[in-house]
């Protein structure tokens, strides 16, 4: 198996951060540009959101898909094959002329996209040590980070440099030499062992997963929290473009740096849910995602920088110990609890951008700011209930004799 510090640990995890910044930056890449599209295409701001929540869900629809392939055929060879499907849609989308051809393929790149996370998390459980395994998905789940991350702010960087369509051309290239290592890199499957998708087996996990009361409260937290994470993103873009801040696209991705905090916020949720508890960790988190939302009232560029970076560090703190509580009360098929879980957050988050679309159309940016407080509202009542379940779990179990008074 592949050693922690070996030679084969860091040409792994070094091709599967790669492939992680290929899937991610090209999956969030329109998300700064919004703005250009409506102008471009003539169309509204939440038919131009739809190129990223058509993306997102179409992640989320084909997860299962790709586990499945990818039980049968191999590790390595899907998630090349997905990679380079999704690179050519990239250089695709660069001489589209309409915007239904723009959507249709940013639907294709979404497809291509669920290929490589899912796959690269079940290649690192078979082929790295149980000594190397924790460190190996922790370098993975950053990359996904700064893959995000990435792609927005060269998104915006190149589209002021020279203009959107040329971008897309850009970060093909970036994605194709990065494809080049992946393939160099990534050692060949050694304990791969083809598997027979065993259908009814899997849909009865799945069915058991979604009666779990309390799987059930980490999916609708996770889907509502990323349903107003993206959708509120979406929309700043436009805020901060419009008057009185008319801010360049340089500026808009370089925004999305305010994603920073959220890197360093996974990694100090599991230490404080060793101090108090996962529930009381997601509680924090929606606190912060409050505190961050109520500051971007006040419309002003220090106000909407502060208020995005306090955002961030709540949501992926929330997010990494809902991942927690996911992975602690599956008893059983973890795998599949957690693919339910990964579904339902990128479900919400394809949706987020219809709902506070009304609020923008009617409200503007205060509507956005209360559409996205009633969703924490709901999400605080949700993590309430987890505290319960928590504190009922830590309570003494006794065995209690009923007596009969006569």
Not at 219 to 226: A, S
Request: proline share 3%; no cysteine; glycine share 8%.
């Amino acid at each position: 198996m592949i050693e922690l510090k070996s030679k084969a640990f860091w040409q792994a995890s070094i091709a599967l951060g790669l492939a992680s910044f290929i899937a991610f930056a090209n999956l969030y890449y329109t998300q700064p540009i919004l703005p250009l599209i409506s102008l471009e295409f003539s169309v509204s701001p939440l038919a131009s959101s739809l190129t990223v929540s058509s993306a997102l869900l179409s992640v989320a629809l084909f997860f299962f898909f790709f586990s499945a392939l990818s039980d049968a055929l191999g590790r390595k060879k899907v998630m090349m094959v997905a990679t380079i499907l999704l690179i050519l849609t990239t250089f695709a989308i660069a001489f589209v002329q309409s915007f239904h051809s723009l959507l249709v393929l940013r639907i294709l790149q979404g497809a291509f996209i669920a290929g490589i996370p899912t796959i690269a998390i079940a290649y690192i459980g078979e082929e790295f040590s149980p000594r190397a395994l924790g460190v190996a998905i922790g370098i993975y789940i950053s990359m996904n980070s700064i893959g995000g991350m990435s792609g927005r702010v060269l998104s915006g960087v190149f589209t002021e440099i020279f203009n959107w369509r040329i971008s897309f051309i850009l970060i093909g290239l970036i994605s194709l030499v990065f494809f080049v290592l992946f393939m160099k890199l990534l050692p060949p499957s050694s304990y791969f062992k083809t598997r027979k998708f065993e259908r009814h087996k899997a849909v009865g996990d799945y069915f058991k997963h979604l009666k779990n009361q309390n799987l059930q409260l980490a999916f609708l937290v996770g889907g509502l929290h990323f349903f107003i994470f993206v959708g509120l993103y979406n929309y700043v873009t436009y805020l901060l473009t419009a008057p009185p801040f008319l801010l360049p696209t340089v500026f808009i991705g370089v925004l999305f740096l305010t994603y920073l905090p959220g890197t360093i916020s996974s990694t100090l949720a599991g230490k404080t849910a060793l101090l108090w508890s996962q529930s009381v960790t997601i509680g924090l988190g929606i606190i912060l995602m409050v505190t961050g939302t109520v500051i971007m009232l006040f419309i002003n560029l220090p106000a909407i920088i502060a208020g995005l970076l306090l955002l961030s560090f709540g949501f992926f703190f929330a997010h990494s110990a809902l991942n927690a509580w996911v992975s602690k009360r599956a008893f059983f098929a973890k795998a599949s609890a957690s693919g339910l879980y990964l579904t339902s957050y990128y479900v919400g988050g394809s949706l987020g951008s219809f709902y506070l679309g009304f609020f923008w159309h009617y409200w503007h940016w205060p509507g956005v700011i209360a559409g996205t407080l009633l969703v924490l509202l709901t999400t605080s009542l949700l993590a309430f209930k987890m505290v319960l379940i928590e504190h009922k779990e830590k309570e003494p179990k006794h065995n209690y004799q009923l007596l009969k008074v006569k």
